[in-house]
């Protein structure tokens, strides 16, 4: 009934083929550890939903209450509840790609990242297994949100949540790998409070999740076309409330399309990861 | 053929050399210890060994590859025990071990097969459904141990493997640790501070301040203090150690208060002494010699003098604290 205990004799690693199939292996396994952590842990399933309701009730009715006839002069007949909605979506994407890069952190303090780093797989593996992983989250995340959208009267056709659910990987991935080259810095949980309130609270805010991107001040409009999130609210609200609400970003006189947003933050993710793994490999 | 070669190992930090030109070999089936105190240098040369750091200098081989330049093929052949747990706790014992499968590419047919005979060799089956949160300390290093073998290495290192354990904990640990040795025929590099502990061994190297100052089996290390130790308190060191250099042509050792004497007939030596030693004896001790006889001969210090008590630390610590705010 026993295997037999056969020592690695020879090359373990015989050919790129069998290379390859070691780091599809480990991309697989981080991709599902992180997965399954997040479906066991119930309670933060649950508590960060809180947030983005928070926002979207109180802050959304509230500023409606105060500023109503402001709002409608610029937003038209749709009201801000809804205008704020898909900001509110990928408040949840983003939060939720940082947290899970950030468990890196704690990996790193009870010890289970040395399991990861002594392991026969690249570091490519683990940045992309990671990556894939926290980004499978934030996506739920943000895809149960869209169950709102009907009270919020969007309406939804499959076609339009597969769009929105892509989108919302490709938001994900982008901020999870961002996540990643900073947790492979950090050394401690105290600070990336700092990272939270010095980048990813500014990111969140610039994004035009709360307000539109336009007629602000030379300042923050050149910040906000370099917020990655911007890249990801704008075609969501478009998608989600029309192309009224968001003509796209505009950069030299052109307004973004869709799939240029897609293309940014496609790039944006593809050079996060390149540094994230450059910033595993340096740290040895 | 050998497991494990190192040819002038050298890793440093800064100024700090903590791996001060080592040079050792460690055959194929072997159990072999590096014995010292803590600081002495122990972890960081299992770092290197284990591709975990570069070496600053000087050359090693684990299981016939480069731990520099053939990084994916000695992890592959290497079992890691760290000294600190790096077990997920929020995951349970077998999904560790899948974990643990994936990552060193366990061919999929033999997985499940192979997590279910280590965790037979550990004890730990009837226990592999629940999350490694819930376990004890010993529990745990089991775990880890039995992670360590999952892949069939060639090598496997145990940094302190039952630091802080409790000594019946201890002892089944290294049930575990010798059967699995036994069974698969694994080499194992290990490091301690524990005296009895290192009696495991085939051969131990005790090291101090980053250097090799003695190699050899336990047997023979301790042949070369002598038979017997003979220990003694008396009511003047300065004044007995004088008069037992004088009379018997010993060279006794100070250690605290103590004498310490290497004698050929400890028993028949005794009453002599008692009868003989002009300053008033409070107390005599024979013991045969042990490896921290070894340590002490060979460095002047007791292994336990290095160890820190973190105890201690944390109310020093707590004292400075309190002190500097006043």
């Known amino acids: 009934m026993t295997t037999a205990y056969a020592p690695t ?43 983005p309701l928070l926002f979207l009730v109180v802050f959304g009715s509230g500023l409606t209450a105060s500023l109503g006839a402001g709002l409608t002069k610029e937003l038209g007949d749709v009201s801000y509840v809804r205008f704020l909605f898909p900001g509110i979506v990928a408040m949840a994407v983003l939060f939720t790609a940082i947290f899970s890069a950030i468990s890196i952190v704690w990996d790193r303090e009870f010890g289970f990242l040395r399991e990861v780093l002594v392991a026969p797989i690249s570091r490519a593996a683990v940045v992309l297994g990671k990556a894939l992983g926290g980004s499978t989250v934030a996506m739920f995340q943000g895809a149960i949100l869209l169950i709102l959208a009907p009270i919020l009267g969007v309406s939804l056709n499959p076609l339009l949540v597969l769009e929105l659910l892509g989108l919302m990987f490709l938001t994900a991935f982008a901020l999870t790998s961002m996540g990643i080259l900073i947790a492979a810095r950090l050394q401690s949980m105290e600070a990336f409070q700092m990272i939270m309130n010095f980048l990813i609270m500014p990111m969140f805010f610039l994004s035009g999740a709360f307000f539109p991107l ?54 944006f993710a593809a050079v996060m990861m390149v540094l994230a793994v450059w910033a595993f490999e340096a740290q040895e | 053929m050998s497991s494990i070669e190192a040819i002038d190992l050298v890793k440093s930090f800064g100024r700090l050399t903590a791996v001060d030109h080592v040079s050792f070999q460690v055959e194929d089936g072997e159990v072999f210890g590096f014995l010292g105190p803590n600081g002495a240098g122990k972890t960081t040369t299992i770092n290197v060994l284990c591709t975990l750091m570069r070496p600053t200098a000087g050359r090693a081989r684990v299981a016939g590859y480069d731990v520099a330049s053939q990084r994916n093929a000695v992890r592959q052949s290497i079992g890691l025990v760290f000294q600190d747990p790096s077990l997920d706790d929020q995951l349970t014992a077998y999904e560790n071990l899948q974990f643990h499968a994936h990552v060193y590419n366990v061919p999929g047919r033999q997985r499940a097969q192979r997590i279910e005979e280590v965790l037979h060799v550990v004890g730990l089956w009837d226990r592999r459904g629940a999350v490694v949160r819930t376990f004890s ?69 005790i090291i101090d301040q980053g250097k090799i100052v003695a190699l050899d089996t336990p047997d023979a290390l301790k042949r070369m203090v002598g038979v017997d130790i003979v220990t003694v308190q008396t009511e003047d060191s300065e004044q007995a150690a004088r008069e037992i250099q004088e ?80």
């Open chain 2, 247 to 326: 009379r018997y042509g010993l060279e006794p050792q100070r250690d605290d208060t103590r004498l310490r004497l290497e004698v050929e007939a400890g028993a028949e030596f005794i009453p002599r002494l008692v009868r003989e030693l002009g300053v008033a004896i409070r107390s005599v001790d024979l013991h045969r010699p042990t490896l921290d006889d070894v340590f002490l001969k060979l460095t002047g210090r007791a292994i336990r003098e290095g160890e820190a008590d973190p105890l201690a630390l944390m109310r020093l610590h707590g004292r400075l604290w309190r002190g500097g705010r006043r």
């Open chain 2, 137 to 205: 300390g010993g529990m745990k290093r089991r775990l880890e141990i039995a992670r360590g073998i999952l892949h069939h290495p060639r090598v496997l290192f145990l940094d302190e493997p039952t630091l802080g354990l409790d000594p019946q904990t201890r002892e089944h640990v290294w049930e575990y640790i010798l059967e699995v040795q036994r069974a698969h025929h694994i080499t194992i590099f290990m490091t301690t501070h524990y005296m009895d502990e290192a009696e495991h061994c085939d051969r131990i190297a």
């Open chain 1, 214 to 267: 336009r007629g602000l001040p030379a300042w923050m409009s050149v910040v906000t076309r370099l917020d990655p999130v911007a890249y990801g609210v704008d075609p969501m609200r478009r998608l989600l409330l029309g192309a009224d609400l968001a003509p796209g970003i505009k950069i030299a006189s052109h307004h973004l399309g869709t799939v240029e947003d897609g293309l940014i933050l496609a790039a």
């Open chain 1, 9 to 51: 004799a020879g090359l373990p690693m015989r050919s790129w083929q069998a290379a390859a199939r070691a780091n599809a292996g480990g991309v697989y396994i981080i991709w599902y550890r992180d997965v399954l952590r997040y479906w066991r842990d119930r309670v933060r399933l649950i508590s960060s939903l809180g947030q």
